[in-house]
C-alpha cells in the first residue's frame, strides 16, 4: 500500500498498552502509531482525520510528559454526539491511539484492561475533548479550529464540479493533490502555529487556572469537535 511520503514525516505516537503487554501483543507492551494507521482506519486522509491525529498527540504529549502515555488508561469526553458533524470520525482515530472506547468497547479480560465506557458525550465541556488520565485525574481539555487555512481557490473549484460531473481523469488526479496538499500543510506547516488545535490543562481543585498549553493551525473543513 502506497501512501502518500509526507505521511512518513508527520511525528509518531508511542504508547504503552497493558494489556497488550498482558497478551503478549507487543514487545514491553509498546505500541506505535502514524498518521498512515489514522488513514488506514479511517479510510480516507482529510483535514478532520489529520486534526484527530494530531490533536490527541498533542494531548497525551501534555497528560504524559515523562514516560509513555498509557493507552487504556485515559477517558475521552466530548462535547458534541457521535452522530452530529464529524465527531464519529473524530472518535474513532481517538480510539486507536487512547483505547478509550464507547458502549460497544472491549470489556476486559479477568476483570481487567476494560475500555468500554471510556469515551463519554459531555455537552457542557467548555471545548471539543476532555481528556483525562484515570490514574492521576489530570486532564486538558482541547479543541481543532479548522477554519484558519483556506482551501486553495483552485481545490474549491474542482470540488464544486466534482458535485456536478464526473471529472476527466487528470482534473480527479489534480483534485486529490490539491487535497493532500492541505492535509500536508496542516500536519507539517501549521502544527505548532497557536490558533487552531488548542490544548489546555483543566483545573483542578485548589490550583489556578492553567494558561494555553499549545496550539496548531490546520488547513480545511471545519472545527473537530
Known amino acids: 500500500m502506497q501512501l502518500p511520503d509526507f505521511y512518513a514525516d508527520v511525528p509518531r505516537l508511542r504508547v504503552h498498552d497493558a494489556l497488550a503487554e498482558t497478551l503478549a501483543c507487543a514487545e514491553g507492551g509498546v505500541l506505535e502509531y502514524g498518521y498512515g494507521d489514522a488513514v488506514r482506519l479511517a479510510g480516507h486522509s482529510c483535514p478532520t482525520v489529520a486534526a484527530a491525529y494530531w490533536l490527541t498527540w498533542l494531548a497525551l504529549r501534555e497528560l504524559y510528559p515523562q514516560g509513555l502515555p498509557e493507552r487504556g488508561g485515559i477517558k475521552v469526553e466530548f462535547r458534541d454526539d457521535a452522530r452530529a458533524g464529524s465527531t ?39 471545548l471539543s475533548l476532555r481528556y483525562t488520565r484515570l490514574d492521576n485525574h489530570a486532564a486538558v481539555d482541547a479543541q481543532a ?73 490546520a488547513s480545511s473543513c471545519r472545527r473537530v469537535s
Not at 198 to 217: C, D, F, K, T, W
Open 145 to 217: 479550529d479548522l477554519a484558519l487555512a483556506p482551501a486553495d481557490p483552485a481545490l474549491d473549484a474542482l470540488l464544486g464540479r466534482y458535485a456536478k460531473e464526473a471529472l476527466p481523469a487528470d482534473q480527479l488526479a489534480l483534485m486529490g493533490r490539491l487535497w493532500q496538499q492541505r492535509v500536508r500543510h496542516l500536519l507539517l506547516d501549521l502544527a505548532h502555529d497557536p490558533g487552531v488545535f488548542m490544548v489546555r490543562a483543566v483545573e483542578r481543585r485548589g490550583q489556578h487556572s492553567a494558561p494555553l498549553l499549545m496550539a496548531s493551525q
Open 88 to 126: 464519529g470520525v473524530v472518535a474513532t482515530v481517538v480510539q486507536m491511539l487512547t483505547g478509550a472506547a464507547g458502549r460497544s468497547g472491549f470489556k476486559g479480560l479477568a476483570g481487567r484492561h476494560s475500555r468500554v465506557g471510556l469515551q463519554r458525550f459531555a455537552p457542557d465541556l467548555p
